[in-house]
């Protein structure tokens, strides 16, 4: 059974920084790509980054490149997003992602707020 269980959200000012993490269960994680997404109030869930299956090869969305990074530890089967510099508009729930040929599985949310 495939299980993430995320947490580091939470209020920070603008300027600040946070850490999420994601544990993963139930599959072999250090053979998938994984993602993290986000869901700001009343708009459509976005892809905001994504790490390659051995952290090699990293990707954004263009609004936060720079100012996120994207990391895994396999042994831990654990992926993390780095977010500094926040801004109001990074306000959201965030989601850790697996994307099969099938499915999509998602972790239960991490709120993110930032405001002054």
């Known amino acids: 059974q495939v299980q993430f269980v995320e947490s580091g959200g939470g209020l920070v000012q603008p300027g600040g920084s946070l850490r999420l993490s994601c544990a993963a269960s139930?599959?072999?994680?250090?053979?998938?790509?994984m993602s993290w997404y986000r869901q700001a109030p009343g708009k459509e869930r976005v892809w905001v980054a994504g790490i390659s299956n051995t952290g090699s090869i990293t990707n954004y969305v263009d609004s936060v490149k720079g100012r996120f990074t994207i990391s895994r530890d396999n042994g831990k089967n654990t992926v993390y997003l780095q977010m500094n510099s926040l801004k109001p508009e990074d306000t959201a729930t965030y989601y850790c992602?697996?994307?099969?040929?099938?499915?999509?599985?998602w972790g239960q949310g991490t709120q993110v707020t930032v405001s002054s």
């Open positions: 139930g599959f072999i994680f250090s053979r998938y790509v």
């Open positions: 992602n697996w994307r099969t040929a099938v499915a999509d599985y």
